[in-house]
């Protein structure tokens, strides 16, 4: 697999687990393209908010990602609309397939990044604690209070 292709790869696992997260967060079996574009582009800690040239995720893209799983957005009905969008049920299979999704963040227990343990709680009277990486401004790692060594992965 070229690295293309193992960019691209990953870049279609992670848009699984959101969208997966986002049928979870919904409570619903089925979405808009529109809505779940939206979703996407509020993702701050993902690249969707700036997928291309900086621009968030268009419904065209999720499709053309989607694709090659043979997935695709069609005609949905929520309530008396018509619009196109994805059915839980088409998603199934790759669901199933995927590792399982990563506990939401919760302001008793911080969502930690995977390089410093699976799902390890941030406490007030740790070292560390999620913040603002100092040098690229990005949620990106955990970072030592009063400091500037942590985790980023720029």
């Given at each position: 697999m070229s690295g293309a292709e193992d960019k691209s790869e990953s870049t279609r696992i992670t848009l699984l687990a959101d969208?997966?997260?986002?049928?979870e967060l919904k409570k619903v079996d089925r979405l808009r393209s529109a809505d779940l574009a939206t979703h996407l582009a509020t993702l701050d800690d993902r690249r969707w908010p700036e997928f291309r040239h900086g621009k968030p995720i268009t419904q065209a893209q999720i499709a053309?990602?989607?694709k090659?799983?043979?997935?695709?957005?069609?005609?949905?009905?929520?309530g008396q609309e018509t619009p196109?969008?994805?059915?839980?049920a088409d998603f199934e299979d790759v669901f199933e397939r995927?590792?399982?999704?990563?506990?939401?963040?919760?302001?008793?227990?911080?969502?930690?990044p995977w390089g410093f343990?699976?799902?390890?709680?941030?406490?007030?009277?740790?070292?560390?604690?999620l913040g603002k990486c100092p040098r690229h401004q990005c949620f990106c790692g955990l970072w030592r209070r009063g400091g500037s060594e942590g985790g980023c992965r720029r």
């Open positions: 969208i997966r997260t986002a049928f053309n990602l989607l090659e799983l043979r997935i695709k957005p069609g005609t949905i009905r929520i196109k969008g994805y059915m839980k995927l590792p399982p999704p990563r506990e939401p963040p919760h302001r008793h227990k911080p969502w930690i343990g699976r799902n390890r709680a941030a406490t007030k009277s740790s070292l560390w604690q």
